[in-house]
């Protein structure tokens, strides 16, 4: 076979140069104090530059087959990237060099003792989420998906206190979830022959009489649901998101969840049949309705919460349900809403939990209710916090409106008015709550003594205002966003 | 119809989210200079709408199409004679309304006057936007920031009362807004558009059921803001917030938008003739009509002068619906000569409440026994308005109301006849004892008028609604552009 050349390497590299830096982090850290984070923010800017060349290849030339070691499948692994995951690799990057910026006051300040190992695992997670993204090889895929797993369980505990405890929960329902993928590996491994994307898409359509077929999908999409905190398998995540650092929140928050997502829509959509998913084995309607359910009770669990950040928890099992949602009415338009809101959630909730965690910092509170007059303090920060919240809410121009509007109109053309209306309420529910927090934030002066203002560190300000920045331009630039960014991905999953 | 592309009416709007931020940088420790930004963009703003009045008389559409917002859909600003009527009496009176804020917030000495001057121009960025709509993606967008933006000046006060009304006002308008996402999303469905055409575009896209729940959650999305029974109660509670919010806001910009959704929906999406095939005039007519009566009588028994003008503004703002639904016309160029024609009058008698309450605390009916005798100047304003709303020549609300009554002739439906004329002795009921009490009744202290910033803003409003009842085309033309407007809805 013809070895491509440099340009062609980027694919694998996005993930070995943070593979890479993860160990010398390891080494390095031990003698020389600021080289960790000055390392995890080479290896997501090295990303970043990586995912875009790659992305920008895909859109001009069309996807991109890489044979690691030149073993062709189905005996090597394959990365494979296409419009899909090109989007994904550029958001996972982008986010993760934001969060890593956010890091650096951050971390220091919240994890006690040494930052060495924490930014080790940190550089791993990151790596198991590109990994995942570009992988080509549903093996392959578990292995990064482990990775990333391992590395978030350790990140959380990174907090201590009740942090341990919500780890271990963590543990438990992950390592439930991987197994279940493993099994629905190795059903199809036994049944084909092959771990290749490409090459089960290709062998399954002739098995699909055999109920082991059956028996793998359900594995699959039963542990995807845990990972990506489907209700009712949401239960590991509020504790996890709201007691782990303010760090690994936002990027568990802003991205562990949307990868999962992408799993489950590559699986879904790159393997199987529309007529298998929708009439043998009926997960595409079935999905629709979980995905509805835990819109509803996300946000009624939201609405009880007083603790902030366990609040934006409750809050993306909802948004998890609009992907969900999107995804299991799967007409183009709803699957557009769901792409557009993969992007648009990560960046409005990942500015959220940024804001969050600057408040944590700078004052201390972590309840609503002692949020008074916060704007006076922190002016750019609840800036922020208000377009994110807006967005939530679904007030355009932010970019939550839009992603909701596909959604809506792809459940008006299936014809499904309980879907629109379940949509239509959760806006006003998440009014409800995101309304109370600006109320305090905004409104309820202190009863008593002044507020000095006293903005969060500038390397944390930064990336906080270029997400609520973001917000506003993912809002009015959307149709760029589906024409340009998700174009080509919607071209591999809307079916032949 | 002619149609010419023009940055205008996109200045018009970003003037003052221009605006908006200069506010917010300059904040609390330089006001004068604050409070010039906001005089310089309400100057600006009238201008540049103004300007716009000359194509749109020459039967033009000034359109300015900016990019693709939503799948089928650009963000489209597009000045077609309705838009305009309403984008002049917004953009006009908000010149008025500013100076009279700064006399209002300084006179009270109030706190957070940089968010208060702030969220004003924001809302007026959104009301001239809502004004200039070319679609109802567009429409939606502004009429949702609108709403946002004024609840901070809803509880501006802070006080748990305020806050407590402020989640009134979101629950009904959020909720609202959901009604008219839910009917765009069904209209963008079936009718694969959703630019506004005089004359509607629905006809025979889908079955008459179908369109008849399209029309109800339409009426339920823009009726909330436009105040209609049983959706009105979030307005009368609003009235918590300063005197020139309720004034500008909750008698002009924000429930007029509303107002201006229901017309736009009635003539420009739903049209007059498949209104008459769905036999929906008639409904919605009793409807406005009950809401017309019963908010009079609301007003008879409120004693908070606020209050009674913002039940007044309930049964005034179905006046112009009732005589838009009817499609007559008359009724139709009546309905919409209201809408500048009440904003005057309104507008007047908020400031008038207002500069009573800056200078003695008053806010009760029941206490304004000789206050015509301390403040002749306001008082006289006051009665002006009041005079107006009733319906006594030549203050311009005769003039609406004439049109109004003649449509309802011309539609050969007595009923409604029964319902303006029965209104108009529920206004003088509820208006004119006021006016009489406070010049005869009572003891007058020395006079002791508000400051001049609120006094003559208040007497340029009154003076503005006896100009009209005579010169109905003066300066804003506003009744050549009605006139257009119905000629386009109408067909002639």
């Known amino acids: ?496 | 119809m002619e149609v010419i592309s023009s940055w205008r009416p996109l200045g018009a709007v970003l003037v003052s989210i221009g605006a908006f931020f200069l506010i917010l940088a300059t904040g609390e420790k330089r006001p004068n200079l604050r409070e010039a930004w906001s005089v310089g963009a309400a100057i600006v703003k009238f201008l540049l709408v103004f300007s716009l009045r000359y194509p749109v008389l020459e039967g033009k559409i000034v359109e300015c199409r900016l990019f693709p917002i939503a799948p089928g859909a650009d963000l489209l600003l597009r000045v077609d004679s309705f838009g305009l009527l309403f984008g002049l009496v917004a953009s006009f009176l908000w010149i008025f309304t500013t100076f009279y804020s700064i006399g209002y917030m300084r006179g009270l000495a109030a706190a957070n006057q940089t968010r208060y001057f702030a969220c004003f121009a924001l809302a007026l960025s959104a009301t001239i936007g809502v004004a200039f709509s070319g679609n109802l993606i567009t429409f939606y967008i502004f009429y949702e920031i609108l709403t946002i933006s004024t609840y901070p000046l809803v509880i501006h006060k802070e006080t748990e009362e305020a806050l407590r009304a402020g989640r009134k006002y979101l629950t009904y308008t959020l909720t609202a807004g959901v009604f008219l996402l839910f009917s765009i999303a069904l209209t963008q469905y079936l009718a694969g558009t959703t630019g506004f055409k005089a004359g509607g575009f629905l006809d025979g896209v889908a079955s008459p059921k179908v369109l008849t729940l399209l029309f109800v959650t339409f009426m339920i999305g823009c009726g909330t803001k436009a105040a209609i029974m049983p959706l009105h109660s979030w307005l009368p509670t609003a009235m918590i917030a300063p005197t020139p919010v309720s004034a500008l806001l909750h008698a002009v910009a924000v429930v007029k938008a509303g107002v201006f959704g229901c017309v736009r929906i009635l003539g420009y999406v739903f049209g007059p003739e498949l209104l008459r095939q769905l036999g929906l005039i008639v409904p919605l007519g009793l409807v406005t009509s009950a809401t017309i009566i019963v908010a009079s009588v609301f007003a008879l028994s409120a004693d908070n002068l606020k209050r009674r003008l913002a039940f007044s503004t309930i049964s005034q703002l179905s006046y112009i619906i009732l005589g838009v639904a009817l499609f007559t016309p008359d009724s139709f160029k009546g309905g919409l000569l209201h809408i500048p024609f009440h904003a005057f009058m309104k507008i007047t008698l908020f400031f008038c409440a207002g500069a009573i309450y800056v200078t003695t605390h008053k806010e009760n009916v029941s206490e304004l026994d000789g206050i015509g005798k301390a403040m002749p100047l306001t008082l006289g304003a006051f009665a002006i308005g009041a005079f107006g709303m009733v319906g006594v020549p030549p203050i311009c609300g005769y003039l609406s109301k004439w049109y109004l009554c003649v449509g309802t002739v011309e539609a050969h439906k007595p009923l409604f006849l029964g319902v303006y004329l029965s209104s108009a002795l529920l206004n003088a009921a509820y208006f004119l004892p006021i006016v009489y009490n406070g010049f005869f009744k009572g003891e007058g202290g020395p006079v002791k008028e508000a400051s001049p910033f609120m006094v003559i803003s208040l007497l340029i409003t009154a003076a503005g609604a006896f100009v009209l009842g005579i010169f109905p085309d003066f300066l804003l033309k506003v009744s050549r552009i009605a006139s257009y407007a119905m000629t386009e809805v109408l067909g002639g």
């Open chain 1, 1 to 496: 076979m013809k070895f491509p050349g440099i340009e062609g390497h980027w694919v694998v590299l996005v993930v070995v140069v943070p593979l890479l830096c993860s160990f010398l982090c390891f080494v390095l850290g031990r003698f020389l104090r600021r080289v960790p984070f000055y390392l995890a923010l080479g290896a997501s800017g090295f990303a970043s530059v990586a995912s875009l060349a790659v992305f920008l290849s895909v859109i001009r030339h069309g996807p991109i087959r890489y044979f690691l070691g030149g073993w062709l499948p189905p005996w090597g692994i394959e990365y494979r990237v296409d419009g899909l995951n090109a989007f994904m690799l550029l958001l996972v990057s982008g986010v993760s060099l934001l969060v890593t910026i956010y890091s650096k006051d951050n971390v220091p300040a919240e994890i006690k003792g040494e930052v060495t190992s924490f930014y080790t695992v940190y550089i791993l997670l990151v790596t198991g989420l590109l990994g995942i993204v570009v992988t080509g090889d549903v093996f392959n895929l578990y292995v990064f998906l482990e990775i990333s797993s391992l590395a978030a369980y350790t990140l959380i505990a990174a907090a201590e206190g009740r942090a341990l405890l919500a780890s271990f929960n963590y543990v438990i329902m992950g390592t439930v979830a991987a197994c279940f993928y493993l099994l629905g590996v190795g059903y199809l491994y036994i049944m084909t022959g092959s771990l290749n994307m490409a090459d089960l898409a290709r062998l399954l359509p002739s098995l699909y009489h055999n109920p082991v077929v059956a028996i793998a999908l359900a594995f699959f999409v039963v542990g995807l649901a845990i990972k990506v905190a489907l209700f009712p398998l949401h239960t590991w995540l509020p504790d996890a998101y709201a007691y782990a650092p303010s760090t690994t929140s936002v990027i568990i928050a802003s991205l562990m969840g949307k990868v999962g997502l992408y799993v489950l829509i590559r699986l879904l959509f790159s393997l199987f049949d529309p007529r298998y998913l929708l009439q043998d084995l009926p997960v595409l309607p079935m999905l629709s309705w979980l995905g509805a359910m835990a819109i509803i009770m996300g946000s009624l669990f939201a609405l009880s919460q007083l603790d902030f950040k366990r609040m934006l928890a409750y809050s993306s099992v909802a948004q998890i349900g609009y992907v969900v949602l999107g995804v299991g009415m799967a007409n183009s338009i709803a699957l557009t809403g769901a792409l557009l809101h993969v992007i648009n959630h990560a960046v409005m909730k990942g500015g959220l939990f940024m804001a969050a965690g600057a408040i944590i910092q700078t004052t201390g509170k972590r309840q609503i209710t002692d949020f008074h007059y916060l704007h006076r303090r922190m002016p750019f920060t609840m800036a922020a916090l208000l377009l994110g919240a807006l967005s939530m809410v679904g007030i355009p121009p932010t970019c939550g409106f839009f992603s909701k509007w596909y959604l809506i109109l792809g459940a008006v053309k299936k014809g499904n008015l309980l879907f629109v209306g379940v949509i239509l309420i959760s806006s006003l529910l998440n009014a409800l709550y995101f309304f109370r927090v600006l109320e305090y934030v905004f409104f309820k002066p202190l009863s008593e003594g002044s507020i000095k203002r006293r903005e969060a560190p500038t390397t944390m300000l930064v990336p906080t205002l270029v997400m609520g920045g973001a917000v506003l331009l993912l809002g009015l630039g959307n149709q760029w966003v589906v024409s340009i960014v998700l174009k080509r991905a919607l071209e591999v999953i809307s079916w032949r």
